[in-house]
């Protein structure tokens, strides 16, 4: 069993070293980087916008398939059919199971076995093959997908774009792509309590700290916010949301060391910075004031929604999936009269904003597949399942007549007989399961309406409220060269690590604000400005070289 | 059922029964016997507690164990989960699959591991200094993860029952435990087997193996128990799901369950079900029958390990 685990995790590490030893061999001279007239092999001639791609001859391309246990893989799916029927185009799945993807992924990667086509790829997991030369600078090819750069430049995502960029000023993943950013995590409240208080759904975090004072003033023996997610670390969601609101990167689960100064054009340590002293002593005052339980750091997910249940506690973390399958469920059964919702993001000193990025998990190509002679035609093919509004709506929705149906509008509807995420819970059929659609490995990201296809009526009012904010600005880019992100890998787990423990105890009331300076003297002593040199440094040479 | 062989894991020995027999015990001794009784009872207690405590959970309502009210007994018995895992046919061919893996590789390991411990255990034989070595290596030393992966695909191995069995086949651990009960037999009998005209084929079959049902008993045991259990050289080396075994299965199924993959989607309630109680009733069918086969050969399983212990 040790031998076993030690196997997995050392897997990363092991395959990402091999890949740079055993494919390196074989990487491109760049110089015939562009030239393509052998690898054409059912492609089309006029691929464009709005054109339907469909391949002149019988192509296949093989894909990693991540198995969803949901919808597990099926050969006579809808979606493969009509595939072939409409871009003449056959994929041969490598199944892997969801429960270890990326393991499977690092391992065919290193192995150089890995298929042309790798999808649920997220933004900075490429990093770690870029070295090994397994995976194309995508970005030398886009214009071989229109449909991409046509969302690029009128999404404005450039910024979102140029931050995957590499040291040598490519990017190696091909990101979904959002026109508005989907931020699903806030705060669930109980709503039934602030209609008995007569009290509205706080806006601010500074709201939120009334309406919980009043909460404590009614219930004085309950602790009216005790949250969840705070397993590995300590409050996830919380720490997160509330540092973004802060004007910073990100934390808690979302840990970011780095957060861009624009007055200063340079990046500053975020666990160091004056806004994160101060949403820490946000939290000691809710914690010191009895209005948040101090166990909301350490407890399991499932302590939290029983005390939430049992009317222990009245706010906490959520997501609309939380709310729909954990606390509406867990209160029905304990208190049926109970009501309780997903506020809209508590606005902080960072003003109206909507943190969510605007980059999903996307495909990276295998370098190999550069050498296929229908390489472009797989490239027109991604564009079009991927990025074109008909290939969106075709991954997604299905087949007009069979899957969905369109209303007066022109907005897709599901068909009677098709059920997805409960909503025909009569119907026979399942989009997912029986026809192979809404599959996580094809279909995300794109237009809001896309998007937010599937939601609730209470989340698409959600979305509404949050897509009015605007999105956070991008850090600019910061590509660390090979031996410098082995440098920051040092580095930074000590770090993140001390930060993890002030931030607790700040916020517990176990170490004074007094001792502010002390703790980002000890940060200095972790080699914190060695670290944001070498950024700030990568800043720089990324702006005199490429910017 | 079930709690028979809970308890036969749990190695529970038989009650003492020194009492009344010759020797009249000693007051120290008595003492010592409600000790051990008492304890012995706490061990039971503990180790089964957790087991009963998973079935109980695996047949109750959700309500009631997000509610943390379920202990020893189900709540809001409730089968849904068993049906919604036990209805997929994928479940049924992955549940086959463990089932042939088992006992293909368990086969394949216990003929391999019995040839090389006995030719191993001949004190006469040139070079077993370095064959043992070359043995012992590979519990130190292993090629490591993708070398092996090349290794299994350049021998056509990958989507092949073979790439489960073969490359894990002897254990090292088990190997020297067989070996040294191998030693431990008398000579005599080989040589008096010999003279009656066996020869070395014979005397393996004939004479060695009858007299080593327990410790083959024992490694069957460890083999069946390991390749039970293992999904990762499945996840490794085969590409399609109607190759996985169960363990592979009920992974991703909870791995589903439970991830983040499913964010900003609402779950049907089915599913919302299973969520609470997935792990729970996972747990049970896969250990199942793994704790049926225990009673069966647990008596072997003791007295071979001391054998073989007492004697290495």
């Known amino acids: 069993?040790?031998?076993?685990?030690?196997?997995?995790?050392?897997?990363?590490?092991?395959?990402?070293?091999?890949?740079?030893?055993?494919?390196?061999?074989?990487?491109?001279?760049?110089?015939?980087?562009?030239?393509?007239?052998?690898?054409?092999?059912?492609?089309?001639?006029?691929?464009?916008?709005?054109?339907?791609?469909?391949?002149?001859?019988?192509?296949?391309?093989?894909?990693?398939?991540?198995?969803?246990?949901?919808?597990?893989?099926?050969?006579?799916?809808?979606?493969?059919?009509?595939?072939?029927?409409?871009?003449?185009?056959?994929?041969?799945?490598?199944?892997?199971?969801?429960?270890?993807?990326?393991?499977?992924?690092?391992?065919?990667?290193?192995?150089?076995?890995?298929?042309?086509?790798?999808?649920?790829?997220?933004?900075?997991?490429?990093?770690?093959?870029?070295?090994?030369?397994?995976?194309?600078?995508?970005?030398?090819?886009?214009?071989?997908?229109?449909?991409?750069?046509?969302?690029?430049?009128?999404?404005?995502?450039?910024?979102?774009?140029?931050?995957?960029?590499?040291?040598?000023?490519?990017?190696?993943?091909?990101?979904?792509?959002?026109?508005?950013?989907?931020?699903?995590?806030?705060?669930?409240?109980?709503?039934?309590?602030?209609?008995?208080?007569?009290?509205?759904?706080?806006?601010?975090?500074?709201?939120?700290?009334?309406?919980?004072?009043?909460?404590?003033?009614?219930?004085?023996?309950?602790?009216?916010?005790?949250?969840?997610?705070?397993?590995?670390?300590?409050?996830?969601?919380?720490?997160?949301?509330?540092?973004?609101?802060?004007?910073?990167?990100?934390?808690?689960?979302?840990?970011?060391?780095?957060?861009?100064?624009?007055?200063?054009?340079?990046?500053?340590?975020?666990?160091?910075?004056?806004?994160?002293?101060?949403?820490?002593?946000?939290?000691?005052?809710?914690?010191?004031?009895?209005?948040?339980?101090?166990?909301?750091?350490?407890?399991?997910?499932?302590?939290?929604?029983?005390?939430?249940?049992?009317?222990?506690?009245?706010?906490?973390?959520?997501?609309?999936?939380?709310?729909?399958?954990?606390?509406?469920?867990?209160?029905?059964?304990?208190?049926?009269?109970?009501?309780?919702?997903?506020?809209?993001?508590?606005?902080?000193?960072?003003?109206?904003?909507?943190?969510?990025?605007?980059?999903?998990?996307?495909?990276?190509?295998?370098?190999?597949?550069?050498?296929?002679?229908?390489?472009?035609?797989?490239?027109?093919?991604?564009?079009?399942?991927?990025?074109?509004?008909?290939?969106?709506?075709?991954?997604?929705?299905?087949?007009?007549?069979?899957?969905?149906?369109?209303?007066?509008?022109?907005?897709?509807?599901?068909?009677?007989?098709?059920?997805?995420?409960?909503?025909?819970?009569?119907?026979?059929?399942?989009?997912?399961?029986?026809?192979?659609?809404?599959?996580?490995?094809?279909?995300?990201?794109?237009?809001?309406?896309?998007?937010?296809?599937?939601?609730?009526?209470?989340?698409?009012?959600?979305?509404k409220v949050l897509n009015a904010r605007p999105p956070t600005a991008v850090p600019p880019p910061h590509p660390l060269t090979d031996e410098e992100r082995e440098q920051a890998s040092l580095w930074e787990t000590p770090l993140r690590d001390h930060v993890y423990q002030a931030t607790l105890q700040f916020a517990l009331g176990q170490r004074d604000f007094a001792q502010w300076d002390a703790y980002v003297a000890e940060l200095r002593s972790k080699n914190m400005d060695s670290y944001l040199d070498m950024v700030n440094k990568a800043h720089d040479r990324y702006q005199k070289d490429h910017g | 059922m079930t709690i028979d062989a809970a308890e036969a894991t749990s190695g529970s020995p038989r009650p003492v029964s020194g009492r009344g027999r010759g020797v009249r015990p000693t007051r120290g001794y008595r003492v010592f016997q409600a000790v051990n009784a008492v304890v012995l009872t706490a061990v039971v207690v503990v180790t089964l507690y957790p087991f009963v405590n998973v079935v109980a959970r695996s047949l109750s309502d959700e309500g009631y164990i997000i509610a943390g009210q379920v202990n020893l007994v189900p709540r809001g018995f409730n089968l849904d989960t068993y049906r919604l895992v036990l209805a997929d046919s994928m479940f049924w061919t992955n549940y086959r699959n463990t089932v042939v893996y088992t006992v293909v590789a368990t086969v394949i390991s216990i003929v391999l591991t019995t040839c090389y411990a006995y030719v191993l255990s001949k004190k006469h034989l040139r070079g077993r200094t370095a064959l043992v070595g070359i043995a012992v290596f590979t519990m130190f030393f292993s090629g490591g993860l993708i070398p092996n992966y090349v290794l299994v695909t350049s021998l056509g191995m990958k989507n092949t029952i073979w790439a489960i069995a073969v490359p894990n086949a002897i254990n090292v651990f088990n190997l020297l435990v067989m070996k040294a009960f191998f030693e431990s037999l008398p000579d005599e009998l080989e040589e008096a087997a010999a003279v009656d005209g066996l020869n070395t084929y014979g005397i393996l079959l004939r004479i060695v193996l009858p007299l080593s049902k327990a410790i083959v008993a024992t490694m069957v045991l460890f083999y069946a128990v390991a390749f039970w259990n293992s999904w990762f050289a499945a996840f490794l080396y085969l590409d399609r799901q109607d190759l996985w075994p169960v363990t592979i299965y009920l992974r991703n199924l909870i791995a589903g369950a439970t991830g983040a993959e499913n964010v900003g989607a609402i779950a049907e309630a089915d599913e919302v079900q299973a969520e609470a109680t997935l792990k729970s009733v996972t747990i049970v069918l896969t250990t199942l029958p793994i704790l049926l086969v225990y009673p069966f050969v647990q008596r072997y399983f003791v007295r071979g390990v001391m054998l073989g212990a007492v004697k290495g």
Request: with cysteine; glycine share 6%.
């Open chain 1, 1 to 463: 069993m040790l031998h076993r685990s030690w196997r997995r995790a050392a897997t990363a590490a092991v395959a990402a070293l091999l890949a740079a030893t055993s494919v390196a061999a074989c990487s491109e001279d760049p110089s015939d980087a562009k030239d393509l007239s052998e690898n054409r092999a059912g492609a089309m001639s006029d691929y464009g916008i709005g054109k339907q791609f469909t391949a002149s001859e019988p192509v296949s391309f093989s894909i990693l398939y991540n198995n969803h246990p949901n919808y597990p893989l099926r050969d006579d799916w809808l979606f493969w059919s009509e595939l072939k029927a409409r871009a003449n185009v056959t994929l041969t799945p490598v199944a892997v199971p969801l429960s270890d993807y990326e393991q499977k992924r690092s391992l065919l990667i290193g192995a150089g076995d890995a298929p042309m086509i790798i999808p649920k790829t997220y933004p900075s997991q490429e990093d770690a093959y870029v070295s090994s030369g397994a995976i194309l600078p995508v970005s030398d090819y886009l214009d071989l997908m229109p449909n991409l750069q046509d969302k690029i430049s009128r999404w404005n995502l450039k910024p979102e774009i140029d931050g995957r960029r590499q040291e040598d000023g490519k990017f190696y993943i091909l990101p979904g792509v959002h026109e508005k950013p989907w931020q699903d995590y806030s705060l669930a409240i109980r709503t039934d309590i602030l209609d008995e208080l007569n009290l509205t759904a706080p806006k601010t975090w500074d709201e939120l700290y009334t309406v919980l004072k009043a909460m404590k003033a009614r219930y004085p023996d309950v602790f009216p916010f005790s949250d969840r997610w705070s397993k590995p670390n300590p409050a996830g969601n919380l720490l997160n949301i509330l540092a973004v609101s802060y004007g910073l990167q990100g934390a808690g689960w979302n840990f970011q060391h780095t957060s861009w100064d624009a007055t200063a054009k340079k990046f500053v340590y975020t666990g160091a910075t004056e806004q994160y002293k101060q949403m820490l002593q946000y939290l000691n005052k809710l914690v010191s004031e009895k209005l948040l339980d101090p166990e909301s750091f350490t407890q399991t997910d499932d302590q939290a929604r029983q005390k939430l249940a049992n009317g222990k506690s009245f706010v906490i973390s959520a997501n609309a999936q939380a709310v729909v399958n954990d606390y509406r469920p867990d209160l029905a059964k304990t208190n049926p009269t109970a009501k309780i919702s997903k506020i809209p993001l508590p606005v902080g000193p960072a003003g109206e904003i909507n943190p969510a990025s605007r980059l999903e998990n996307g495909v990276m190509i295998s370098a190999k597949a550069r050498d296929s002679k229908n390489f472009v035609a797989m490239m027109q093919f991604i564009d079009w399942l991927w990025y074109s509004d008909a290939g969106q709506e075709f991954a997604k929705w299905g087949v007009e007549g069979k899957t969905f149906v369109r209303d007066a509008a022109g907005m897709p509807k599901l068909a009677p007989d098709v059920n997805v995420i409960g909503l025909n819970p009569k119907a026979p059929k399942h989009l997912q399961k029986d026809f192979g659609f809404y599959n996580g490995v094809f279909a995300y990201g794109g237009k809001p309406e896309l998007v937010q296809g599937f939601f609730s009526a209470e989340e698409q009012e959600f979305q």
